[in-house]
């Protein structure tokens, strides 16, 4: 499959995310600017962590006015699939793609650290590879992690069973000790309701390989590939012979 990656002004893991792509996974990544208005056919569009536009105002708040955000809205609106990673969910959410804010993280402070988080649903071509109850670990390192809602959001949000990933301790029991952040419901990333886009602070671009300390990140990657090779087969089964 063909991903995009975009590069906004202050974007620093875009590179890892096309080296994670394109070296470890054997997939196809074009890099994207973010005054491109030209997705160039990709399959997926990655939003990657850094501190896109010095991350003045807020997180991300000057990144959702970037030319391919405007792109990026028309392809999720089509059912295109989008992942924000960090800066990338910061910008989601900022752009209205993604419902909810990051806040600056509970103690105040930068955290910079290998987590787990429990796979809370597959339904989603994300996490579609892994089943219910699996743990990940993952590295973050952010200041503004602290994922907010209004009660009736966070009540959709849950009712619609769009949190994919939520922090845990190496057990898989959410508890604050194991909420690096202060994130509400102990949400690490979540997807829209259509569960096309999706943010999450962790990094998994970090770990797709053992020599990382893991490589539970490739699994998510792996997952947006079986899904859109399996939405391939699907239209190729659709159309009927001499048509």
Not at 61 to 75: D, G, L, Q, T, Y
Not at 191 to 201: A, E, H, I, P, Y
Request: net charge negative; glycine share 10%; aromatic share 6%.
């Amino acid at each position: 499959m063909r991903w995009g990656v975009v590069t906004f002004p202050g974007s620093l893991d875009d590179h890892d995310t096309r080296y994670a792509l394109e070296h470890v996974l054997g997939q196809t990544a074009v890099a994207l600017w973010h005054k491109d208005r030209d997705l160039q056919g990709v399959d997926c569009v990655v939003l990657p962590g850094g501190f896109s536009y010095g991350d003045y105002l807020r997180c991300g708040a000057i990144a959702r006015f970037s030319p391919v955000m405007e792109s990026v809205a028309a392809f999720a609106r089509e059912g295109g699939l989008v992942l924000g990673i960090c800066n990338g969910f910061q910008i989601l959410c900022e752009a209205g793609l993604l419902p909810g804010a990051l806040m600056r993280n509970r103690d105040l402070s930068f955290v910079c650290e290998h987590v787990h988080v429990r796979v809370e649903s597959a339904a989603a071509p994300f996490t579609q590879t892994c089943k219910p109850g699996d743990l990940l670990a993952l590295p973050i390192k952010h200041g503004e992690g602290c994922y907010v809602a209004d009660p009736d959001t966070l009540q959709a949000i849950e009712d619609n069973g769009q949190v994919l990933l939520r922090y845990v301790d190496a057990n898989g029991r959410a508890s604050e000790s194991a909420n690096p952040n202060g994130s509400l419901h102990h949400i690490a990333g979540l997807t829209n309701r259509q569960r096309n886009v999706f943010g999450l602070m962790p990094h998994p671009e970090h770990a797709v390989e053992k020599a990382l300390g893991s490589d539970d990140g490739a699994r998510l990657f792996r997952s947006v590939t079986a899904a859109v090779a399996a939405g391939r087969t699907q239209a190729r089964a659709s159309v009927a012979p001499g048509h």
